[in-house]
């Protein structure tokens, strides 16, 4: 489909908990908008958004699929994203392509924990957000039960402006509290209807929850507010144009319903993302001018180019496919560009509208649409093209660290250059992948957001290239640091009958706050030690803090000051000062209190009453520092601080605690000193792998 207006798009991704139904909507829209011809299930190999044979086999999405459904000649772009925890940074990639967030959430469990998180990222973005609840045919699902979990985790802006005509099982329709209409559906799936008034039994309803809606609108806009203070009430256009203001603005966040599976509910939500959502052209995005300054670029076709690149797909058939949204002027099927962060330009040869996974060409794409561009050289997910004449780069966010490690190795001898270049495949479809050697141990090191997402890496790397390796247990990152400031003397002295090798440095090393990690500080008065080797005293205490001083884990967060030191004329070079410099460093070490810090994890476990005493016994078993307790719905959520050391096996054992009943997120948080006989097991068990090398 080809538009030529950013008036005629929009651009949402589809958030929320897993297994909200995401999928299955995004897949009942284009039923409904004559997409396909059938509703399309993950679990079933058919869907869509969710094509990869890895989401096939588990049954949940896995990372960004993208679609779009043709309304009554708009484009509606769909982003459709994960909804586990470790995913998160897909997440936010959806997010920043989109212009709105559509939050499903489940109408029997309300609101859970990935929600939140959506919720959270959304406004960090400041995106507008409409909530969707699914799943109003199951037993349970009650709009005012759902509404109240709703309005107590995000506040009394969340309004609904539909209501449920009959319940769970006799769910079959929905009314619109704008226009006042009572929609009815056919119960065969593909979202077909009639129109007519509202029922007698539901008017009572139907009016205090509009009455409702009038008067937040109305509050959200000073001139509505008068209308609304005059006659009591505001027209149909003005009750519409108030909504979308408010909604765009961030002061009010609609909630519609649906039951997608028996496509109750599609052509109404369709209406609600032409009306309400907010087109392209009212948001600007953030960026980065050459010389560091801040910039807003607008979303104008006129523009020069600039494209952000947020998913890359490696498909064995074409290749490499990079998932853009052109968010200012128009790109044509035959262009050049620069990207941003190499500054290397690329040529754009044919331009593609995707259905998942499938794409159709398309002459060009204009600001606020998104497409894809096959074979590009350089470019990877997070990158800006733009025109040679305007160089930027868009705002992307940051790709989190791997929060657990495992040492991996071929099965089969000879296929150490295919895992490189498999993993690299991987890495460019999912950036918070992370993938090298460990400079301390030589292992070859996977890592990712939790145990799974590395396991999912590994039965990609099978089921794609054909490779076969084996993992080690997951490596826990523990840093060293220092408590106290302490002085260090390196000296190295060698003669060996020519010229010889020569260097003493003296330094002051400094505990720094956590997070500083190094610094070096050049604190010498006149030329005790000339200045073109002073670097080299720093190599060499870069080198030796890499391999720590007690466990061998780096040391980080202190601060090293040159003050003092010797030379020769003739003997002295770098190598010599690197080494003194790593002498100096170890001499430092042993008066500064060295100690081991652990990385600590944020732990939010969702669970039911009855199981409440079996996990807070089992998370103080695991030394967690209990955070709080909240109730989402009919759940409670236990906030938890938890070494990560301790949290390894916690899936197994929490689904064996529950009978898989609750969930769990978990995110890295922060370093602390581990305890001391944590401290001797791990001292303990470095020594052991040590000797254990020498003897190999």
Same mark, same amino acid.
């Given at each position: 489909?080809?538009v030529?207006?950013?008036?005629?798009?929009?651009?949402?991704?589809?958030?929320?908990?897993?297994?909200?139904?995401?999928?299955?909507?995004?897949?009942?829209?284009?039923?409904?908008?004559?997409?396909?011809?059938?509703?399309?299930?993950?679990?079933?190999?058919?869907?869509?958004?969710?094509?990869?044979?890895?989401?096939?086999?588990?049954?949940?999405?896995?990372? +960004?699929?993208?679609?779009?459904?043709?309304?009554?000649?708009?484009?509606?772009?769909?982003?459709?994203?994960?909804?586990?925890?470790?995913?998160?940074?897909?997440?936010?990639?959806?997010?920043?392509?989109?212009?709105?967030?559509?939050?499903?959430?489940?109408?029997?469990?309300g609101?859970?924990?990935?929600a939140?998180?959506?919720?959270?990222?959304?406004?960090?973005?400041?995106?507008?957000?409409?909530?969707?609840?699914?799943?109003?045919?199951?037993?349970?699902?009650?709009?005012?039960?759902?509404?109240?979990?709703?309005?107590?985790?995000?506040?009394?802006?969340?309004?609904?402006i539909?209501?449920?005509?009959?319940?769970?099982?006799?769910?079959?329709?929905?009314?619109?509290?704008?226009?006042?209409?009572?929609?009815?559906?056919?119960?065969?799936?593909?979202?077909?209807?009639s129109?007519?008034?509202?029922?007698?039994?539901?008017?009572?309803?139907?009016?205090?929850?509009?009455?409702?809606?009038?008067?937040?609108?109305?509050?959200?806009?000073?001139?509505?507010?008068?209308?609304?203070?005059?006659?009591?009430?505001?027209?149909?256009?003005?009750?519409?144009?108030?909504?979308?203001t408010?909604?765009?603005?961030?002061?009010?966040?609609?909630v519609?319903?649906?039951?997608?599976?028996?496509?109750?509910?599609?052509?109404?939500?369709?209406?609600?993302?032409?009306?309400?959502?907010?087109?392209p052209?009212?948001?600007?995005h953030?960026?980065?001018?050459?010389?560091?300054?801040?910039?807003?670029?607008?979303?104008?076709?006129?523009?020069?180019?600039?494209?952000?690149?947020?998913?890359?797909?490696?498909?064995?058939?074409?290749?490499k496919?990079?998932?853009?949204?052109?968010?200012?002027?128009?790109?044509?099927?035959?262009?050049?560009?620069?990207?941003a962060?190499?500054?290397? @330009?690329?040529?754009?040869?044919?331009?593609?509208?995707?259905?998942g996974?499938q794409?159709?060409?398309?002459?060009?794409?204009?600001?606020?649409?998104?497409?894809?561009?096959?074979?590009?050289?350089?470019?990877r997910?997070?990158?800006?093209?733009?025109?040679?004449?305007?160089?930027?780069?868009?705002?992307w966010?940051?790709?989190?660290?791997?929060?657990?490690?495992?040492?991996?190795?071929?099965?089969?001898?000879?296929?150490?250059?295919?895992?490189?270049?498999?993993?690299?495949?991987? +890495?460019?479809?999912?950036?918070?992948?992370?993938?090298g050697?460990?400079?301390?141990?030589?292992?070859?090191?996977?890592?990712?957001?939790?145990?799974?997402?590395?396991?999912?890496?590994?039965s990609?790397?099978?089921?794609?290239?054909?490779?076969?390796?084996?993992?080690?247990?997951?490596?826990?990152?523990?840093?060293?640091?220092?408590?106290?400031?302490?002085?260090?003397?390196?000296?190295?002295?060698?003669?060996?009958?020519?010229r010889?090798?020569f260097?003493?440095?003296?330094?002051?090393?400094?505990?720094?706050?956590?997070? @500083?990690?190094?610094?070096?500080?050049?604190?010498?008065?006149?030329?005790?030690?000339?200045?073109?080797?002073?670097?080299?005293?720093?190599?060499?205490?870069?080198?030796?803090?890499?391999?720590?001083?007690?466990?061998?884990?780096?040391?980080?967060?202190?601060?090293?000051?040159?003050?003092?030191?010797?030379?020769?004329?003739?003997?002295?070079?770098?190598?010599?000062?690197?080494i003194?410099?790593?002498?100096?460093?170890?001499?430092?070490?042993?008066?500064?209190?060295?100690t081991?810090?652990?990385?600590?994890?944020?732990?939010?476990?969702?669970?039911?009453?009855?199981?409440?005493?079996?996990?807070?016994?089992?998370?103080?078993?695991?030394?967690g520092?209990?955070?709080?307790?909240?109730?989402?719905?009919?759940?409670?959520?236990?906030?938890?601080?938890?070494?990560?050391?301790?949290?390894?096996?916690?899936?197994?054992?929490?689904?064996?605690?529950?009978?898989?009943?609750?969930?769990?997120?978990?995110?890295?948080?922060?370093?602390?000193?581990?305890?001391?006989?944590?401290?001797?097991k791990?001292?303990?068990?470095?020594?052991?792998?040590?000797?254990?090398?020498?003897?190999?």
């Open positions: 489909m080809l030529d207006s950013p008036e005629k798009i929009r651009n949402l991704a589809l958030v929320g908990h897993n297994d909200t139904g995401k999928t299955t909507l995004a897949s009942a829209l284009l039923l409904t908008g004559g997409v396909v011809n059938r509703l399309g299930r993950v679990e079933d190999g058919n869907a869509t958004t969710d094509f990869d044979a890895e989401e096939t086999a588990r049954g949940i999405s896995l990372g +960004i699929g993208t679609s779009f459904v043709p309304w009554r000649g708009h484009k509606v772009n769909i982003v459709d994203t994960p909804g586990y925890g470790i995913f998160h940074a897909e997440m936010r990639a959806g997010l920043r392509a989109v212009d709105a967030a559509l939050l499903c959430v489940n109408s029997v469990a609101v859970e924990v990935n939140e998180k959506a919720w959270e990222i959304a406004a960090e973005f400041e995106l507008p957000v409409l909530v969707h609840l699914t799943k109003m045919d199951r037993e349970r699902a009650d709009l005012a039960r759902a509404l109240d979990s709703l309005q107590a985790s995000f506040g009394r802006q969340v309004l609904p539909q209501l449920p005509i009959g319940r769970e099982q006799e769910f079959s329709g929905i009314v619109d509290l704008v226009s006042g209409q009572a929609h009815r559906f056919d119960r065969d799936g593909n979202g077909k209807g129109s007519g008034p509202v029922p007698a039994e539901l008017e009572a309803e139907v009016t205090l929850w509009r009455n409702r809606l009038v008067e937040a609108v109305a509050e959200a806009a000073e001139a509505l507010l008068e209308k609304f203070f005059e006659e009591g009430t505001l027209s149909e256009e003005e009750l519409r144009q108030g909504l979308r408010a909604v765009a603005r961030r002061q009010l966040f609609p519609t319903l649906g039951a997608h599976s028996h496509g109750i509910g599609n052509s109404t939500l369709l209406e609600v993302l032409l009306e309400v959502a907010p087109p052209s009212t948001r600007s953030p960026a980065t001018a050459r010389d560091g300054a801040a910039a807003a670029v607008a979303c104008d076709p006129a523009a020069p180019l600039a494209a952000v690149v947020f998913k890359t797909l490696n498909d064995p058939f074409t290749g496919i990079s998932i853009l949204r052109v968010v200012a002027g128009t790109l044509d099927s035959d262009t050049q560009l620069v990207n962060r190499s500054e290397e @330009l690329e040529r754009v040869n044919g331009l593609l509208a995707l259905q996974k794409g159709s060409a398309v002459p060009k794409l204009v600001a606020g649409d998104i497409g894809a561009v096959a074979k590009l050289k350089s470019t997910t997070g990158d800006s093209l733009v025109a040679k004449d305007r160089f930027l780069r868009l705002a966010p940051p790709v989190p660290d791997g929060a657990m490690s495992f040492a991996i190795e071929p099965k089969a001898k000879g296929d150490e250059e295919k895992i490189g270049d498999a993993l690299a495949r991987l +890495i460019e479809e999912d950036p918070s992948l992370h993938a050697r460990d400079p301390q141990t030589g292992e070859f090191l996977l890592s990712g957001t939790a145990q799974l997402h590395v396991e999912i890496a590994v990609r790397l099978k089921r794609r290239s054909n490779v076969e390796v084996v993992l080690h247990p997951p490596r826990v990152p523990y840093r060293e640091t220092i408590l106290r400031a302490a002085d260090g003397h390196g000296r190295h002295k060698k003669q060996t009958g020519g010889g090798q260097a003493d440095c003296k330094i002051r090393i400094e505990p720094l706050e956590r997070g @500083l990690d190094f610094e070096f500080v050049d604190d010498i008065f006149g030329g005790a030690i000339p200045q073109n080797f002073r670097p080299a005293v720093e190599k060499g205490i870069q080198e030796a803090r890499v391999r720590g001083f007690l466990s061998g884990n780096p040391m980080v967060d202190f601060r090293v000051k040159l003050i003092d030191g010797q030379f020769h004329d003739v003997d002295s070079s770098e190598l010599a000062f690197k003194a410099g790593s002498l100096a460093y170890k001499d430092a070490m042993e008066k500064a209190s060295p081991i810090l652990e990385p600590i994890m944020k732990v939010e476990v969702i669970t039911g009453e009855e199981f409440m005493g079996d996990i807070m016994s089992d998370l103080s078993q695991r030394r520092r209990p955070q709080g307790m909240d109730t989402r719905g009919h759940q409670q959520v236990v906030k938890a601080l938890v070494p990560m050391a301790e949290m390894l096996n916690y899936a197994a054992a929490l689904r064996a605690m529950t009978q898989g009943r609750s969930d769990f997120h978990m995110e890295f948080s922060h370093y602390e000193e581990a305890p001391r006989h944590v401290q001797e791990i001292i303990a068990e470095a020594a052991r792998l040590k000797k254990e090398e020498a003897e190999a």
